[in-house]
Nanobody, 111 residues
Framework: QAQVVESGGGLVQAGGYLRLSCRAS???????VMWWYRQALGRQREYVA????????NYADAVKGRFTVSRDVAKDTIYLQMNSLKPEDTAVYYC?????WGQGTQVTVST
């Protein structure tokens, strides 16, 4: 059983939006922090945002004001709402907690 399952990526025009989902294999109340990272082609994986078990959130400067992390504890799922998308947001997006990483979901933003 996969410990982390992401979904929601796709192709969108600049200025558009997408919502990514990340389902954990256990109660997210038990997970101190859940992270979103992304990796563009030819670049290092970089931090995007995180949410704590208490619901606190934080964002990288590059996405602050455009992306929002939220959660549904009943579904053991966190979300990454991405608005005002830019071509430079194109990357594979990964969800991560503890020692687990998801398989990644591709987000492509066209001009």
């Amino acid at each position: 059983q996969a410990q982390v399952v992401e979904s929601g990526g796709g192709l969108v025009q600049a200025g558009g939006y997408l919502r990514l989902s990340c389902r954990a294999s256990r109660s997210i109340f038990e997970i101190s922090v859940m992270w979103w990272y992304r990796q563009a082609l030819g670049r290092q994986r970089e931090y995007v945002a995180h949410i704590t078990s208490g619901g606190a959130t934080n964002y990288a400067d590059a996405v602050k004001g455009r992306f929002t992390v939220s959660r549904d504890v009943a579904k053991d799922t966190i979300y990454l709402q991405m608005n005002s998308l830019k071509p430079e947001d194109t990357a594979v997006y990964y969800c991560h907690y503890a020692s687990y990483w998801g398989q990644g979901t591709q987000v492509t933003v066209s001009t």
